[in-house]
């Protein structure tokens, strides 16, 4: 038995459909925003919702690292928050580097993962996750569970 995970692999964001396009952008435009003077690797995210609504985040450091959030973790809270009934078709990823340009595409951490994750769980469908760099190739997996295959849900809990 394999585990396998699929990503489709896009050459640039131009070669992307317009709906993920998009939500790139916004994710892009977060991350300009973002509260990074620690790192100054500043990343930002955008979540599609069914309704149609889209919420961005981005990181927010703090002098005492632990304690700050990452871009995904914002992004989905605010959206949970804000529409705790309405489940989240995407997200997009995209972050700005330190001194140099990331030209590779920017996954989420183990813990977004398992954020990510868990809305999937809550909602019974998967959440396309698009990550990019500054420039350079674009993947997307099909949901939190292609990048994180061998996951703790809810099932070791169950009584």
Known sequence: MFLQTEIKVFSNRTQLPVKEADLLNVAHEAANHAYAPYSHFKVGAAVLLKNGHIVSGNN??????????????????????????????????????????????????????????????????PIEIIMSG????????????????LSFTEIFLEK
């Open 60 to 125: 927010q450091e703090n002098a005492v690292y632990p304690i700050g959030m990452c871009a995904e973790r914002v992004a989905l809270f605010y959206a949970a928050a804000q529409f705790p009934e309405t489940p989240i078709e995407k997200i997009a990823i995209t972050a700005i580097g330190n001194e140099k340009e990331l030209c590779q595409p920017v996954p989420p951490c183990g813990s977004c993962r398992q954020a990510i994750l868990e809305y999937e769980t809550k909602f019974g469908k």
């Open 134 to 149: 500054e420039k350079g190739e674009v993947y997307i997996a099909k949901s939190a569970a292609e990048l994180l295959p």
